[in-house]
């Protein structure tokens, strides 16, 4: 605790008394004056060791107006205690160095809560001796706990300015580097000290000064406040390094360019995946072109072998049916002089004619698939195989079982009706009785729709599973069974050429059912 200190006796007591009074005049004044600042006035008086508060002061250090407390003791009580040897050291400090008195800290209320304050004094001498000190104080709560705020903010953005994982500078309205964090001197190779100081223009490449200097012009005459754009720094070892700069402005209040903040990133990644893309997309473009020329060709060669197979089915089918009506004609003349084992041989003539114009139709088909002009619109599925099995006309006694409920699809009508023809009645032209049932349901699965078609049929043994989807393939021979074997061949094909699968379940007694998937 700062001891009181008394005058010596070197002094007079009438001019001490003197003195006093006149510095007491001076208080009054200056308490006047201060209390409509809301300024507490404190008079020490150290010849009496006694003190003088102002209203404002008592309030200042949370006492009540009226209280009887203005002692050093009763002010030291109210500060903090983390701030009483500093407070303490300054005021003997002033006294004996004869300067002023200015100190912040902190004082505690009663009610636990803590003020920033600030306080001004001075010693008042007579002949080198101190008589009293005289001062204000003043509640600086707000203001301190701004500037506490704004130093927070301040380390904060140093941190996030020295951490950040891109390269971050400000830099003075001439364009010379202030500031320059860590990675920004990674980046370039330098350390901070030989950055500082130095023009941008000094690490830039010259290719890019031009535009630079374009911005600086535009930032500087307040045309723009930010802007962003490409550009190469020099490595301290001469390389180009590509970054993108994004640049802001820092104004005072007059709106006046204090500095620029710049943000770099480095691009050179981007700028390497960047160049890779533009050279791929020349080869695919590259590809592109051929595969035009190629899907040209392919037209071309397709249009031929339909105008060949055109013209192959037309010019083979012509003898087939003069062999056909050949052998009619013969029948027809020789009538009842012809015997029953040429009538026989004549009729098989015949069915033979008829495979084989069955089989050039098959094989048509077969060729066409995948190569024909992809129509999509919007299907009914149960209207579709309601209008297929009209057309199949299945013998009286067999069952065709359908959902209620089935799908609606965008797809190939043609390709799915085709598929459903074929399946349906290879059911019916295999079945081992008059009578027999199909039945028809379809699920959903993901981006596909399954369909299955049932029999209950004599079944096919799993031996041969894989040979019925195989062109010219049959289980019983084409005398006992007139069959082409090309069917089912043209039914996987078409599934197939629809991004689908099809499968077969069965075996001999149990019946078929083959599944296919079907986009939606």
């Given amino acids: 605790m700062l001891e009181s200190s008394r005058l010596s006796e070197s002094a007079s007591r009438p001019e001490i008394e003197a003195a006093l009074t006149a510095q007491t005049a001076v208080a009054d004044r200056l308490n006047l004056a201060l209390n409509a600042a809301q300024m507490g006035t404190w008079d020490w008086d150290l010849i009496h060791d006694t003190h003088y508060w102002s209203a404002q002061t008592k309030v200042i250090l949370g006492y009540a107006v009226d209280a009887d407390v203005a002692s050093y003791q009763y002010w030291l009580a109210r500060v903090h205690p983390d701030d009483r040897l500093r407070v303490e050291a300054a005021i003997v400090t002033a006294r004996n160095n004869q300067t002023i008195f200015a100190e912040e800290y902190r004082v505690c209320w009663p009610d636990q809560s803590q003020h920033w304050v600030l306080a001004q004094g001075q010693f008042l001498y007579t002949n080198g001796q101190p008589l009293r000190m005289i001062g204000v104080i003043q509640e600086i709560s707000q203001s301190k706990q701004a500037a506490l705020n704004l130093a927070a903010s301040e380390a904060r953005?140093?941190?996030?300015?020295?951490?950040?994982?891109?390269?971050?500078?400000?830099?003075?309205?001439?364009?010379?580097?202030?500031?320059?964090?860590?990675?920004?001197?990674?980046?370039?190779?330098?350390?901070a000290e030989e950055l500082v100081g130095k023009p941008f223009q000094q690490f830039t490449d010259p290719t890019d000064l031009e535009q630079d200097h374009y911005y600086y012009q535009q930032l500087i005459s307040h045309r723009i406040n930010s802007c962003r754009f490409e550009k190469r720094y020099l490595h301290q070892d001469g390389t180009p390094i590509w970054t993108l700069v994004t640049v802001s402005t820092e104004t005072d209040d007059q709106n006046q360019i204090v500095a620029f903040i710049a943000v770099i990133e480095d691009i050179r990644q981007l700028k390497q995946t960047t160049a890779e893309l533009r050279q791929r997309a020349r080869e695919l473009e590259q590809m592109n072109s051929l595969l035009a020329v190629t899907n040209a060709l392919l037209d071309n060669r397709n249009s031929e072998l339909d105008q060949f197979a055109y013209v192959t089915s037309h010019d083979l089918k012509a003898p087939l049916r003069a062999i056909a009506n050949l052998s009619e004609w013969l029948e027809e003349d020789l009538g009842n002089n012809?015997?029953?084992?040429?009538?026989?041989?004549?009729?098989?003539?015949?069915?033979?004619?008829?495979?084989?114009?069955?089989?050039?139709?098959?094989?048509?088909?077969?060729?066409?698939?995948?190569?024909?002009?992809?129509?999509?619109?919007?299907?009914?599925?149960?209207?579709?195989?309601?209008?297929?099995?009209?057309?199949?006309?299945?013998?009286?006694?067999?069952?065709?079982?359908?959902?209620?409920?089935?799908?609606?699809?965008?797809?190939?009508?043609?390709?799915?009706?085709?598929?459903?023809?074929?399946?349906?009645?290879?059911?019916?032209?295999?079945?081992?009785?008059?009578?027999?049932?199909?039945?028809?349901?379809?699920?959903?699965?993901?981006?596909?729709?399954?369909?299955?078609?049932?029999?209950?049929?004599?079944?096919?043994?799993?031996?041969?599973?894989?040979?019925?989807?195989?062109?010219?393939?049959?289980?019983?021979?084409?005398?006992?069974?007139?069959?082409?074997?090309?069917?089912?061949?043209?039914?996987?094909?078409?599934?197939?050429?629809?991004?689908?699968?099809?499968?077969?379940?069965?075996?001999?007694?149990?019946?078929?059912?083959?599944?296919?998937?079907?986009?939606?």
């Avoid at 941190?159 to 309205?173: H, K, T």
């Avoid at 359908?402 to 295999?430: G, Y």
């Fill in 157 to 191: 953005f140093r941190a996030v300015f020295e951490q950040a994982a891109v390269g971050m500078a400000r830099l003075s309205p001439t364009g010379h580097w202030q500031q320059v964090n860590t990675t920004f001197c990674q980046l370039l190779g330098y350390r």
């Fill in 338 to 520: 012809l015997p029953a084992e040429n009538r026989h041989q004549l009729t098989l003539l015949r069915n033979r004619v008829h495979r084989m114009e069955a089989l050039i139709n098959g094989l048509l088909e077969y060729s066409r698939v995948g190569r024909r002009e992809r129509r999509v619109e919007s299907v009914d599925v149960r209207a579709l195989l309601m209008e297929t099995i009209d057309l199949l006309s299945p013998p009286a006694a067999f069952e065709i079982l359908l959902p209620e409920k089935m799908p609606h699809l965008q797809t190939n009508r043609a390709a799915l009706n085709q598929v459903f023809a074929n399946l349906i009645s290879n059911a019916i032209k295999h079945h081992d009785r008059e009578d027999g049932q199909i039945q028809i349901a379809a699920s959903e699965q993901n981006q596909y729709i399954e369909f299955v078609v049932s029999d209950d049929g004599p079944g096919i043994e799993p031996q041969y599973h894989q040979k019925v989807f195989t062109i010219f393939q049959t289980l019983k021979p084409r005398d006992e069974l007139e069959s082409t074997g090309i069917g089912l061949a043209i039914v996987k094909k078409i599934v197939e050429s629809e991004g689908g699968i099809i499968t077969l379940e069965s075996t001999s007694g149990q019946g078929t059912t083959f599944r296919f998937t079907w986009p939606r």
